[in-house]
């Protein structure tokens, strides 16, 4: 038997448990990891409490959570690209990956590199290709300014960096006491909140060519209110202000990147080149407590489950 995160039913914090389940045998192209330490995410919670049920149906015991970094434990037929005793970073696409061991398609893993820590790796996949997949809709040009709200979030905070290696001047929305590490990446810190217009438009005196939201609640309109072209405004969260005015939501959940993209981020993370702020690791058991503190919004960087 071997342990895993377990909810029966649509639900707050308290409906998810931790449930011994029977040990998983890798079938043909499925690889058995021992789960290092696994990201969580706003996402997961959305589903959680049933928030996303039209898009995204579930059915229950539902297990949780996309990223993980573990051991190979074993293999099944044809996925012999790996061996037990190998260190990968991968993503289940069957919320799963919140628990000791797990299934994961061969496809959907790539080697860890020996310099990057587990909760650093537990945490890349969701955070890390939604960076990506934002910054490049966006398309950015060398000399060219982005905001980007949420800006020492998950995902905001590999964004700003990504957006920078593309050569933009980067306007990070977040509180104070993100703004010494924002600088810190050659970010302009600019605090959210009553007259956050005008310190962005002082902050940008050539104008604004971009904006990725991940947060909501308004910045996109904000986003239209600075004379940013709508094919250039991309939303991770505020769906209906995307649908209204014709934004951009990518990469989506159905069109996020894969294992090409997650070894391309490990690359930059091994050469030092890409940071991943852990704020917090919680044993698995605590995946209450997790999801306490991610769903208060106010996580730098990645919260991570270690098994
Ligand atoms: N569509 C997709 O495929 C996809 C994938 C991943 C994530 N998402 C969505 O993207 C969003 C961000 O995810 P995440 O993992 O980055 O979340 P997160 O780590 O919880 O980040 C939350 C961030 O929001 C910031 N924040 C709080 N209040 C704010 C405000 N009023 N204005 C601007 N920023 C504010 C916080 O900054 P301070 O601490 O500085 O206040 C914090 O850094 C979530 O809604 C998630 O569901 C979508």
Redesign the pocket.
Known sequence: MTKAVRYDEFGGIDVLRIEEVDRPVPGDRQVLVQVKAAGI???EA?LRTGAMTDIFPSTFPSGQGSDLAGVVVEIGAGADRFAPGDEVIGFSEKRSSQAELVLVDVDNLTPKPENVTWEVAGGLY??GV?AWGAVHSVQLEKGETIVV????????SLAVQLARRAGATVIG???E??HEWLRGHGVIPVA??DGVTDRITAAAPGGIHAFID????G?VELALALGVAIERIDT??DFPAAAKHGVK?E???NG?PGAQVLAELAGLIADGHLEVPIANAYPLTQVRQAYTE?ER??????IVLRP
């Open positions: 995410n706003p996402g959305a969701i955070a939604t709200s949420g800006a020492a979030g998950g995902v905001g929305l977040a509180s006491r993100n959210y909140g991940t947060y909501g609640d910045y991770l969260i939501t990469p989506g959940p996020r991610l919004r106010h996580t730098h960087g990645k």
